[in-house]
């Protein structure tokens, strides 16, 4: 519906579904989470809306886009319940994390600019991970805490083939050296950027073999992209929301 419909207007939930391609029971499950406000009911108990469901139905789905689904939502469960400064807390952090994306993706190509091919390993040394050798390296326990993840998903991530820690012989432990450290960190900021591990798998590999930042361009542009579509959508959804707190009064 328009945004000159009149106040007193009454809405059914097929009006609010139809301009966007919403089913009416997907407009009823909206009302039931808070997204919208509280629909009115005729004398017969049938749910009638207004222009201010409409708006709150445009802000929510303007919202999504930059903030996703579940953040959006409570936006707008915030906003129908009063609790506005609650509302612009949650859009505070959305941006916050996007300029945390930023600066990841920042980091990772600053990163991939200084790259190096790993050296190879010294005569007469004993086989490393990645072809690099030597007596020094991190655990896994102290990497996982650097990189702030677990040590299970720096083992998860040696199943699929995105480190190849060296063992310790008298101990076992897994020993990552700066090959390692390099691809981990990688991995991290990749997964970051909303990369799956078979995704980054072939990417490191070819990291490990060219020793430089090609391998990475189109997933850093790509990466890029979306970063900048997701901040023109947040603008979006902040008109959206504004229209309808103006409405709200």
């Excluded at 590999?205 to 997933?219: D, K, M, S, T």
Aim: aromatic letters at 4%.
């Amino acid at each position: 519906m328009g945004r000159n419909s009149q106040k007193g207007e009454r809405l059914r939930p097929v009006d609010l579904a139809r301009g966007h391609g919403l089913s009416t029971q997907a407009i009823r499950n909206y009302e039931e989470a808070g997204i919208l406000p509280a629909a009115g009911r005729t004398p017969h108990g049938y749910r009638t809306y207004t222009p201010l469901h409409a708006g709150a139905l445009r802000a929510f789905l303007a919202l999504v886009p930059g903030h996703g689904h579940r953040t959006a939502a409570s936006i707008m469960r915030a906003v129908n319940q009063g609790a506005a400064e609650e509302a612009f807390r949650l859009i505070d952090e959305s941006h916050a994390q996007l300029l945390d994306d930023r600066r990841t993706l920042q980091a990772v190509e600053s990163a991939l600019r200084d790259l190096e091919p790993a050296p190879a390993p010294e005569p007469g040394a004993g086989p490393g991970p990645a072809g690099v050798s030597g007596p020094g390296g991190t655990f896994i326990g102290p990497l996982a805490g650097k990189l702030g993840i677990r040590p299970a998903t720096l083992r998860a991530w040696e199943r699929a083939g995105l480190v190849s820690p060296r063992r310790d012989p008298r101990t076992g432990y897994r020993v990552y050296d700066e090959a390692d450290v390099r691809d981990a960190r990688l991995a991290h900021q990749l997964r970051r950027g909303g990369y799956l591990l078979e995704q980054i798998a072939p990417l490191i590999a070819q990291v490990r073999a060219a020793g430089g930042l090609e391998p990475l361009e189109a997933a850093l542009r790509d990466w890029r992209g979306r970063l900048s579509a997701r901040g023109r959508a947040m603008l979006t959804g902040a008109a959206e929301l504004e229209a309808y707190l103006r409405e709200r009064g």
